[in-house]
């Protein structure tokens, strides 16, 4: 993660606070979804100058936060929310579809013909691009309808990753001692469609208003939306990035405890994690080599974790399922 980290900011600079259309531009589409920064900046490359709007899915949505990829005018919005969403939110896009990186679904027969994949995420029947040519999916999306009119469907933001946060680490200090911020929680991870995970929606709804939300992957599109509002003109909602970036929220962590002059699990902090796929495996083992405890899981456990293991993972890491948002809230707000 922190290899990934320094590429994509080495490469694109640091995300900075950015507000992002939810609604389209009047115009010939193209959605990217997945997680490749690289696939997208290509493709911004490639579309310049030809017309074409080109749009983010699921956990691209921060990528319009980095100032290499936001200075191509006609990357303009984010269209649709998670992964698990995509057969629904795909049949409606107008446009030409690129897949990148994973997530990807039985795609529906609607929408096959407009659909690309490229890099490690292929299916059967589904045009593939290996040589990150694009001209195929330009090609696709000049030739179909495009968005027939403006639209607004309001905006969120994005960007919050460590340096913007770290950038008035004095104020949230301040605040913290000021008792005008009681508490922070991480609220992110991998969302899916299973029944249960409308508690991250209530969780984030019930926190009180003293308190931060960071947030970062697939999960936040339970409630990225939400106005919550701001504590001394810092957002109480802050977005740190896609699942990857949890090197990122662990830094900002690291920094507030090192300010504080305490470690990571003594601060006003607590982890509320969305379960879904193995790649959260290495982001949890990355949080537990840390030392980092109290997490929350849920909505269910992960398979491997067999009564044995979690045993080991309650008694070593305090680690512990989910129960209710009201419930939870009082344990960790008392």
């Known amino acids: 993660m922190e290899l990934l980290d320094a590429a994509n900011t080495g490469a694109y600079g640091h995300p900075e606070p950015t507000e992002i259309p939810l609604g389209a531009r009047k115009g010939k589409a193209i959605l990217v979804s997945g997680h490749d920064l690289k696939d997208l900046d290509a493709i911004l490359q490639q579309t310049e100058g030809k017309g074409i709007n080109v749009y983010t899915h699921g956990e691209m949505l ?26 629904k939110e795909f049949v409606e896009f107008p446009g030409a579809i690129v897949m990148t990186t994973n997530c990807i679904q039985n795609p529906k027969e609607i929408y096959k013909d407009n659909l690309f994949t490229t890099g490690l995420v292929a299916w059967p029947g589904v045009k593939h691009i290996a040589d990150k040519d694009f001209s195929s999916v330009i090609d696709c999306a000049l030739k179909m309808d495009g968005f027939p009119e403006d639209t607004d469907k309001g905006t969120v933001m994005a960007g919050f990753a460590r340096n913007t946060v770290l950038s008035v680490a004095d104020k949230i200090v301040a605040a913290v001692k000021n008792k005008d911020i009681r508490h922070f929680f991480l609220v992110g991870g991998c969302d899916g469609a299973k029944p249960g995970r409308n508690y991250y929606t209530e969780f984030v709804e019930q926190v009180p208003k003293d308190c931060m939300i960071l947030t970062l992957a697939c999960g936040k599109f339970r409630f990225f939306d939400k106005k919550l509002g701001d504590i001394g003109g ?29 470690g990571v699990n003594d601060l006003p902090l607590s982890f509320i994690l969305s379960w879904y796929e193995q790649k959260a495996v290495a982001i949890l083992l990355s949080l537990l080599h840390l030392g980092i405890k109290d997490i929350r899981l849920g909505p269910s456990l992960p398979a491997f974790i067999t009564p044995n293991v979690l045993d080991v993972l309650v008694k070593n890491f305090d680690i512990k399922p989910i129960s209710t948002p009201a419930e939870d809230l009082k344990t960790i707000l008392g």
């Open 62 to 87: 921060p990528c319009h936060a980095y100032p290499g990829l936001k200075k191509y005018s006609h990357l303009y919005g984010h269209y649709g929310t998670a992964w698990q969403n995509q057969r």
């Open 234 to 262: 810092i957002p109480r909602l802050l977005d740190v990035g896609q699942c990857n970036d949890a090197y990122s929220a662990v830094q900002i962590a690291v920094a507030l405890a090192n300010a504080f002059e305490c």
